[in-house]
């Protein structure tokens, strides 16, 4: 059994000491109890598995209330124990939850975290994904919500491909140079058409289409043009037919990091967003994703443009691929990080509830993706009826990338910072 603790640094906003007594009840003084209207809330509790293989999951229950799906079961690590983190975001009455544990069980010691929730009301949203499908795995169904205050720029051209019979069309091209321009152009393609599904408008899309840029090429060669990977005869600009917004670098096609940071600190002037998503640099192990968050602090150097809130969102985790965990519309919380934060020091949460209905239109949203359309081999359909037959999780596998299990959840959630702070914290530690 691996004793591992979660180790965000959560500073909430009210932390109330609650028992959970024997019947799953939380035991706490309702006089301290804040009002719980817009905000998050977390029990942060001791788990324990009690398989080395099952996940184990609790269920919340109240007698006034219907779960919606399955959003009233979260699944935890199996053959694991330490710190957790309980999603209650849904409940306005507490004292009437009733939680059951199952392969696992809760230590009777536990806290109420609570979060204000910040007002995506208060001006524009941007949202910066580093490739096309980051948006939507990490928040469509926050963007559909609030679409038409919503801006999406995508970073990076997501070119990558390692071998021909990777094609997203089989067959298609018969060389590596006009297959890695193929698929640029169809993750190009991605981005600018699968937000206008949630109704976000055609002119709040934006692409960049760069490639090659680092944290390390940010901090040591930033006025340096780095070789563009879709291909020599073209560069960022060909990518920009879709945009319906002129940028200072659309007629240069500069391919370095001082072009992006450029380009986004544009944006955060002409846009002035109060709110901003983005990639988490601690926990997303991504290079590129790593990038984009420094790049983001750098450019509110540059404008010197600080939104009153940075939402920090993953969608990658080092060694871990089923997470957020359990089957498809089950609730989610934190994810999984078990060592200190290097650069930002106090964080807030946010979680984004989704009702079924959403979560299905996120479900389509996934399949308009062509990263996300994975052939499934025999020993991985293989694997997955074994898992089943097992354990008996209940998936539905709704597409065969893992993202269509894992990312298709009743809550979208975030890590919360203050604009400045996230500038100032990120830049002094890099």
Known sequence: MKNLDYQHPLTPDWRLPTQINKNGMLSFDTSELPELTNVTVLLEFQYTSSSKKKMGHIEMSHPYMTPEGREHQQYYEAGQKGRRYLNLSQFSDLASVKLKAIDCQMDSDAHLLFFTNPSLEQGPTLIIAPHADDAELAAYGLYAKWHRNIWIVTLYAGETLQKLDKQYIPGLDDNMETGIQRKAAIRNWNSMTTPLLAGVPENQLVYLGYTGVTVENLLNEPEKAVTYGVGQSVNPTAFRRLNRISLSNDLVGENSPRAMVSELAELLTRIQPATVLVTDPEVDPHFEHRAAALALAMAMEQSQYHPRHVLMYVNHLRGIRDFPYGPEHTNTALAPFFSEYQKIKHVKVFSHHL?????????????????????????????????????????????????????????????????????QQLLQTT
């Not at 996300?372 to 209940?394: H, P, Q, T, V």
């Open 355 to 423: 009702s079924l209905e959403e979560q299905k239109a996120k479900v389509v949203s996934f399949d308009t993706m062509h990263d996300l359309k994975a052939n499934l081999k025999f020993d991985k359909k293989l694997k997955r009826w074994w898992k089943e037959k097992r354990f008996g999780y209940g998936y539905r596998y709704y597409g065969n990338h893992t993202y269509f299990q894992t990312h298709i959840k009743a809550a979208e959630v975030f890590t919360v910072v203050e604009g400045l702070q996230f500038q």
